[in-house]
Nanobody
Framework: QVQLVESGGGFVQPGGSLRLSCTYS????????VAWFRQAPGKEREGVSC?????????????IYSDSVKGRFNISRDSAKNTIYLQMNNLKPEDTAVYYC??????????????WGQGVQVTVSA
């Protein structure tokens, strides 16, 4: 049974940083695309970032970021720990949302993801 578990959320002031972690069990996610999505109250779910499979050479790089987080967030993979990280810097109040980790077969933020975590709250406020 595949299980994704997010951690690392919390409350931070504007300009601060948080690192989210997504750990997984059931099988290795080295051969899946893993993404972070977020959903703020009253808004649609938004793709934040994704990282490609370790066995695929992506011509334009193996990470994608939404315009709203580009330059501030960084996604990375630690295969030995079965963990995907989302380092979030220079956080803004508009980054407040529930963040979800997801895994799927296709590289991009507009594809269907087959496995999802339960989500973790991130609140950015003064």
């Amino acid at each position: 049974q595949v299980q994704l578990v997010e951690s690392g959320g919390g409350f931070v002031q504007p300009g601060g940083s948080l690192r989210l972690s997504c750990t997984y069990s059931g099988f290795t996610l080295d051969y899946s695309v893993v993404a972070w999505f977020r959903q703020a109250p009253g808004k649609e779910r938004e793709g934040v970032s994704c990282i490609g499979r370790v066995d695929v050479d992506y011509s334009s790089g193996n990470t994608i970021y939404s315009d709203s987080v580009k330059g501030r967030f960084n996604i990375s993979r630690d295969s030995a720990k079965n963990t995907i990280y989302l380092q979030m810097n220079n956080l803004k109040p508009e980054d407040t949302a529930v963040y979800y980790c997801a895994a799927g077969p296709y590289f991009g933020l507009n594809y269907y993801y087959t496995h999802w975590g339960q989500g973790v709250q991130v609140t950015v406020s003064a």
